[in-house]
Nanobody, 119 residues
Framework: QVQLVESGGGSVQAGGSLKLSCVAS????????MGWYRQAPGKEREMVSS??????TYEDSVSGRFTISQDNVKNSLYLQMDSLKIEDAAVYFC??????????????WGQGTLVNVSS
């Protein structure tokens, strides 16, 4: 099975930037979208951003600060995070959605990368 491996997490001061990367170990058949989720301690996992062939979405709190992009040749997904806030601290997960006839039938998850933001 194809694996997703994230990197780029770390510690940064508020106002700083980080760029997360996610590399798939191989081609993902019927991949229809990729995205980033995050989970902070004591909170539920939430969608941060997603990208498909015709749409890019962002969670309201990161809109204008985060930028998602992908490189299909490299089977890679990126998340540029600027103007980081303390509340952005979380484990960030890469996802790949698998679809069949327009319906999502599965989702792959990476193992996560930790982002710490300090004041």
């Amino acid at each position: 099975q194809v694996q997703l491996v994230e990197s780029g997490g770390g510690s940064v001061q508020a106002g700083g930037s980080l760029k997360l990367s996610c590399v798939a170990s191989g081609s993902i058949a019927n991949r229809c979208a990729m995205g980033w989720y995050r989970q902070a301690p004591g909170k539920e996992r939430e969608m941060v951003s997603s990208i498909s062939s015709d749409r890019i979405t962002y969670e309201d709190s990161v809109s204008g600060r985060f930028t998602i992009s992908q490189d299909n040749v490299k089977n890679s997904l990126y998340l540029q995070m600027d103007s980081l806030k303390i509340e952005d601290a979380a484990v960030y997960f890469c996802t790949a959605d698998i679809c069949y006839r327009g319906v999502r039938t599965g989702r792959l998850w990476g193992q996560g990368t930790l982002v710490n933001v300090s004041s």
